[in-house]
């Protein structure tokens, strides 16, 4: 099937495989194992859907030119980011782009399991990072910005040094955007949890599986499930009853 037309989440990996062009650096060849990091030259004109990501998706816009109107879960912005701005698509959700002139940028992909680790470890707790359209963040920009030169000249204990910049860059998003006054769930979060208990709410005559709920909303059965709790404060089995 599909990868667009499938509920499945798509991997770093077939994510390169539909990009309008291929990466201009990669740390996937600097064997970094923490998280990926890909330098992206865009083409003048184009437009792109994105389906959801087994990855929570940072991208950095390193020197755009370009006017990019972006829709991610439903919500739709245009602008033309500044240099040095970026943007945030937590895993599981869907974005589509247009754009029109030249700009470069790069993509950070993190996993599930590094945010939840490093989560769990801060007492924060937080599932997933909020949708972010467009943030010029210091600390967050700094980050990114050491990030891309060790991807473009490697210097020495390059992967040590670029993992450790992994762990700061995720300790950065969750210290800015889940401060003690702050959302503890992402709009991404909440929109999936509403239409997961519509579904519900309108088959309560049927058999509703945990499996195919999750496939509605495009993430595992397992993530969906944390999200479902963390969002509710009841397990999903309880509901469904």
């Given at each position: ?149 060790e991807l473009v000249s490697p ?14 860059l995720v300790v950065n998003l ?47 059965p397992f993530y969906f499930s ?16």
């Amino acid at each position: 099937m599909d990868s667009l037309r499938s509920n499945r989440l798509l991997t770093p990996d077939e994510l390169q495989d539909i990009l309008p062009a291929p990466p201009a650096a990669s740390s996937t060849l600097l064997d970094w194992s923490e998280f990926r990091a890909e330098r992206q030259n865009a083409p003048i004109e184009a437009e792109f859907t994105q389906p959801p990501l087994t990855h929570h998706l940072l991208i950095y816009y390193l020197y755009p030119s370009a006017t990019l109107e972006r829709c991610i879960d439903n919500r739709t912005e245009r602008s033309s980011p500044p240099p040095g701005s970026f943007c945030v698509i937590p895993v599981g959700c869907t974005a589509k782009w247009r754009w029109q002139g030249e700009f470069d940028l790069l993509n950070i992909l993190l996993p599930v399991e590094l945010f939840s680790k490093i989560s769990a470890e801060s007492g924060s707790n937080t599932i997933a990072p909020p949708i972010i359209f467009e943030s010029s963040e210091p600390l967050i920009q700094s980050t990114l910005s050491l990030i891309n030169n060790e991807l473009v000249s490697p210097s020495f204990a390059n992967k040590i040094y670029a993992e450790s910049l992994a762990n700061l860059l995720v300790v950065n998003l969750i210290r800015t955007f889940f401060t003690a006054n702050s959302v503890s769930r992402s709009k991404c979060s909440n929109h999936k949890i509403s239409s997961a208990l519509d579904y519900i709410h309108e088959h309560l005559a049927e058999d509703i599986s945990l499996s195919k709920l999750a496939a509605l909303v495009h993430l595992s059965p397992f993530y969906f499930s944390r999200v479902f709790k963390k969002g509710t404060g009841f397990r999903i089995s309880v509901s469904l009853l």
